[in-house]
């Protein structure tokens, strides 16, 4: 059964906190699909997670490119899982989709964003109500700490 854990952002931005999920999730021998509702996204992640520490990159791909089942990190707008990812992230209100295969979901929302949160909320009892595995992350001083 997929865990669906939500990250509440507080105080950093998406392009922080999503290289050091990523390589977490590499770390476990993973793969990963990046899910965005905009393209513009997919193409600043694109050039981000190649440049976003100097003594670091994540390897990855946009699906549209040549061999994306090949990469670690597949980005995407769509609903497949071209890389046969275990772990499927979600950004800016994506829609979750067909969990199934995953092991793990993990949606990010920006705190200080009432839109985000409103999208975070109504997504939390769309995947409740699927009977699926939840925990709620919010950002503290030190780390993530499991809320619920």
């Known amino acids: 059964m997929t865990e669906v854990w939500f990250y509440h952002l507080e105080r950093t931005s998406l392009d922080q906190a999503l ?8 770390a476990r021998g ?5 899910r965005a509702r905009e393209p513009a996204r997919i193409d600043h992640l694109d050039g981000w997670l190649w440049s976003y520490r100097d003594d670091s990159f994540l390897p990855h791909g946009p699906v549209q490119e040549p061999n994306a089942e090949r990469q670690p990190i597949a980005l995407t707008t769509d609903f497949d899982n071209p890389n046969a990812a275990d772990a499927l992230f979600l950004i800016d209100g994506a829609e979750p989709g067909e969990l199934a295969g995953y092991v793990r979901c993990v949606v990010l929302f920006d705190g200080g964003d009432e839109a985000a949160l409103a999208t975070a909320r109504a997504q939390w009892s769309q995947v409740k109500s699927m009977g699926l ?9 030190r780390g993530w700490e499991k809320q619920a």
């Open 19 to 26: 290289p050091e999920l990523l390589e977490k999730t590499l």
């Open 30 to 34: 993973w793969r990963a699909v990046v």
């Open 133 to 141: 595995s939840l925990s709620y992350w919010k950002q503290q001083g």
